[in-house]
């Protein structure tokens, strides 16, 4: 009885530990980040690029040939990316994991997936 409770404590502390680690697709550093990402839309495509010094340019193309350009900056902190929209006095912040080349961006309400390019 003494080694089978021993045993779920044990197990108990384990769980605590993996749980306490977080996601091990969360990036480490800002800097797994940097760089080109792309994202498919059924209408078009949206290129973002993300800079070493904090610059978010993001490029979308639809298929009807209209096309915008966008410069935002952004940070990165305890598994959150921040994309900061001065412009309009606002922040979006989103749980980041990266995985196999894609990028997935999750608000709580969606979650978009970008491929490096």
């Given at each position: 009885?003494?080694?089978?409770?021993?045993?779920?404590?044990?197990?108990?502390?384990?769980?605590?530990?993996?749980?306490?680690?977080?996601?091990?697709?969360?990036?480490?550093?800002?800097?797994?980040?940097?760089?080109?990402?792309?994202?498919?839309?059924?209408?078009?495509?949206?290129?973002?690029?993300?800079?070493?010094?904090?610059?978010?340019?993001?490029?979308?193309?639809?298929?009807?040939?209209?096309?915008?350009?966008?410069?935002?900056?952004?940070?990165?902190?305890?598994?959150k990316l921040t994309v900061h929209y001065t412009e309009m006095g606002v922040d979006s912040t989103y749980?980041?994991?990266?995985?196999?080349?894609?990028?997935?961006?999750?608000?709580?309400?969606?979650?978009?997936?970008?491929?490096?390019?």
């Amino acid at each position: 009885m003494k080694r089978r409770f021993i045993a779920l404590i044990l197990v108990f502390v384990l769980a605590l530990c993996l749980a306490a680690c977080g996601d091990s697709n969360s990036p480490s550093s800002k800097e797994e980040l940097v760089g080109t990402w792309q994202q498919i839309m059924s209408d078009g495509t949206e290129t973002i690029r993300l800079t070493s010094d904090g610059k978010y340019i993001s490029d979308i193309r639809m298929h009807d040939g209209l096309s915008t350009h966008n410069e935002r900056t952004w940070d990165y902190s305890d598994g959150k990316l921040t994309v900061h929209y001065t412009e309009m006095g606002v922040d979006s912040t989103y749980t980041v994991v990266i995985e196999d080349g894609t990028m997935k961006l999750d608000n709580g309400d969606s979650t978009i997936t970008y491929t490096r390019k």
